[in-house]
Every structure is written in C-alpha cells, then in structure tokens.
C-alpha cells in the first residue's frame, strides 16, 4: 500500500467513526442547551440558579466519565490484537459497570449537601438553596449517564457507533418534552421550575442507558457478548486496570472542567448579569467543541486498534489525521463567532431592554470564545490520541499546570487584580487552554519515546 493511499484510508476511516460519535455528543450537548435554553425563557434568576447547580454536578459527572472512558481505549488494544475476542471484552465492560457504582455512592452523598459546598463558596444563600433543589434532581443521573457511556465505549471499539446515536437522537426530543412539561407545568405535569430541569434530565439519563442496553442484548451482533450475564462477578485485576488508566484520564477532565466551574463560581462574584452571560457564551463553546471531541473519542479507538497491532506507521496516521480534522473544524467554528456573535447569543435570550446587560456580556464573552477555539480543539484530540497509547498519566499534570497554574491564576490576575471582570476570566481560561494545547501535541510529536505498560506488566516500546 502507498503511502498516499494509507493516508486517505486512514482519513476515511476516521471520518466514518467520527461522525456519530460528533452528532451523538451533539445531540447530548443538544440536551444540555435546551435546559439551558428554557430556564433562560424562565428568566434570569432560574438560569443563574441552573447554571450554578449543573456546574456543581457535572464536576462529578465529569470526574465519573473520566474513569469509565478506560474502557474505550483498553477494548481498542484488545481488539485490535484479537479481532473477535469476546471474552476479553466482556470483562472490561462488566467492570466499567462495577467502577460505575463505585464512583456513583459516594458522590450522591456529597451531592445531597450541594449548599453546604456552594455557600462556602461565597454564593449568596438564596441562590445556592435554588440551585441545591436542582442538584438534588438531576443527581440520579449520574449513574445511568455512566452505564450509557460505558455501552457507548463498547459500541465505539467494535467501530459500530451508529446505535448511541440513533438511541441519542431520540432522546433529545424525549428531554424536550419532558423538561418543558415539567418546568412550565404542560402536558400534565406539576411547573417544578428548576427542579422540572434536573428531575427531567435525570429521567433523561436513563432513558438513554435503558435504551441502548436493549439494543445491545438483543442485537444479533452484539449479543454474543452477554455483556449482562453474571455481570455481578467481580473481576478485581481488571477493575484495577481499569482505575489505573481511568484515573488519569478522571482528573486531567476533571481539571478543565473545575476550571470552568470555578470561572462560574468567580463570575457569581460579579452578579446575576455576568453569570447568565457566562452560561450562554458557555453553552455555546461547549456545543461546537463536541465536534472535536467525537474526534478525539475517534482517535483514541483508531489509535488502540493500531497499537493492538502494534503498527507504528498506523499509530501515527491516526492521530494526525484526527488532529488536523479536529484543529479545522475548530479554526472555522472561531471565524463564524467572530463575524456573528450576536445571532448565537440571539437563540438563548431575547434581545430586549431588561436583558441588555446580560446581552452585551454573554457577546463580549463568546469573542474570547471564538478566539480559543483552535487551542481547544488541538488540546482535546491531543489528548485522545495519547489516551490510544494508553498514556494518560503525564497529560494530567499537563492538565495542572495549564488549567489550575496558568489558566485560574491568570484569570484571578485580570479579573480582580486588573479588574477586568467577565471578561478577565475568559481570557486566562483561553491562555490555560493554549498551555495545555502546546504540551499535548508535543508529547504525541515525542510518542515513539514513549514506553507502554501493558495490563500484564510487560512494556512495549513505540
């Protein structure tokens, strides 16, 4: 085979599984900005309370996920050495289920306290018992969202991702429905405000895992597997093995998102205005940065399958060819905000005399946004490619100092000491996420240094 045709291989290859797993993160996103969307048609106040309380949960959301994305990258290597190993298979998604639950119990009793946290913070008492009542919620989530995203790793290995998004696409309208019901009080149901968006999201959550573990245990390719068969039977070794890799990858995401979360706690420092304007200008960022993220998750599976082979030629391919992809969409996604940022902040409130302020903020924001784009996309598929190697230890410390090192205490700097505000935190946050950028890529320029320890002990050189 040329090398030109290995490369357009490798491109098509990963396009192919890119593209559902984008447009399921997109639709996921599409979820969380229609809760976003109706608490802003609320009105300010139940958007702000929102926000806080869903800042709170998806710190654990996020730390959960972390872990349970393991199984994505050790399923690829599996694979990619034995193609039609089942049993292999079905010992790594049991124990995801097992850290799951693991994960899930004690973060429900912290949860449950979410205002003991949030006053701590310096979050005024009213604001912090509304978006507790939220929280308490949305919290039941946790644990289906984790159990999807463990059968949503499963699919993604075997390269058949299409079912998370047909299952995702469903749920969004079922979100929809059931939050507007539940927060306005149609369709029969009680006007819960606030706790309709959790309690819907929740329900949300589960529908999504129940769904795709139907099509997995009855579907003639995927049923082999059993994957819930016994599933009760601990298996310790690789419950380990699955910590051992998870756990980096938890806290290199946990990282960024608390730094974001912190932005938010910050940003309530400043007021009702500036906080709303986060959570749009926020919303919007998080929704195009799902497609680089779909990539990301791509190159992690191609990247493993390569590295079951051991095939370095492979290895390289697909991981730059996920972080050109990747850096592409994102450098476009930036020029759109920039020429037009007023037509996004349009969609999530109404352009009138009592949301002025709020306006002209989440505008304001959403420019730095378009200027952090490119870092952002680089640091996420950056990353997912060396999570492919298994290598996902040193990019958590990346993940300290560019986040918690440069990007807070750059933000602290320009937000209180220059007394830059709003717009002060954005711009360290996008100067954390250019740190963080520049060191991923140059680890995955230096892979063929890197020593991989396998799951048995032995270490494989690329």
Excluded at 5 to 11: G, L, V
């Amino acid at each position: 085979m040329t090398a030109r045709r290995a490369w357009t291989r490798e491109f098509a290859a990963t396009c192919r599984l890119a593209a559902p797993l984008v447009l399921t993160n997109l639709t996921q996103q599409a979820i969380q900005s229609t809760d976003v969307l109706l608490l802003g048609w609320r009105g300010a106040p139940s958007l702000a309370a929102g926000a806080l309380g869903a800042n709170l949960y998806v710190a654990f959301l996020i730390f959960a996920v972390g872990v349970v994305t393991a199984v994505s990258p050790m399923l690829a290597r599996e694979l990619g050495a034995r193609r039609h190993s089942v049993r292999e298979v079905r010992r790594t998604v049991r124990q995801g289920l097992w850290v799951s639950v693991s994960l899930c119990l004690p973060a429900w009793a912290i949860l449950w306290h979410a205002d003991v946290l949030l006053m701590a913070l310096g979050q005024a008492p009213d604001l912090a018992r509304e978006a507790t009542a939220f929280v308490r919620a949305i919290m039941w989530g946790l644990l289906p969202a984790c159990f999807y995203l463990v059968l949503r790793g499963f699919l993604a290995a075997l390269e058949r991702p299409f079912w998370s998004l047909a299952v995702a696409v469903i749920a969004v309208v079922f979100n929809a429905v059931l939050n507007y019901g539940l927060i306005f009080g149609h369709f029969g149901l009680p006007a819960l405000g606030v706790v309709g968006a959790g309690l819907g999201s929740s329900l949300t959550q589960s529908f999504l895992f129940l769904a795709l573990a139907l099509v997995i245990q009855f579907h003639p390719r995927f049923r082999r597997y059993h994957l819930f068969g016994r599933w009760w039977h601990a298996d310790w070794p690789r419950y380990a093995a699955l910590w051992r890799l998870g756990g980096p990858i938890a806290v290199t995401l946990g990282l960024e998102v608390t730094v974001f979360n912190a932005a938010v706690f910050l940003m309530g420092l400043f007021g009702t205005a500036p906080l709303a304007a986060h959570a749009i200008a926020i919303q919007i960022a998080s929704t195009t940065f799902m497609v680089p993220l779909g990539i990301a998750q791509a190159a992690t599976v191609r990247v493993g399958l390569a590295l079951g082979r051991e095939d370095r030629a492979a290895i390289g391919r697909a991981g730059w060819t996920a972080i050109a992809l990747g850096t592409g969409f994102m450098a476009a996604c930036g020029a759109v905000m920039l020429a037009v940022p007023e037509v996004f902040v349009a969609a999530f409130l109404a352009r009138d005399a009592a949301n002025a302020e709020v306006f002209r903020l989440a505008v304001a924001y959403l420019g730095v946004a378009a200027v952090f784009q490119l870092v952002d996309g680089a640091q996420a598929v950056g990353a997912g490619a060396l999570r492919g190697l298994q290598d996902t230890t040193v990019p958590m410390f990346f993940a300290l100092i560019g986040y918690w090192v440069v990007g807070l205490g750059t933000s602290l700097w320009l937000g209180f000491h220059l007394r830059w505000a709003g717009l002060g935190i954005w711009w360290g946050l996008a100067l954390g996420l250019a740190v963080v950028a520049v060191m991923m890529l140059a680890r995955w320029s230096r892979r063929d240094r890197l020593s991989i320890k396998t799951e048995g002990g032995a270490v494989m050189a690329h």
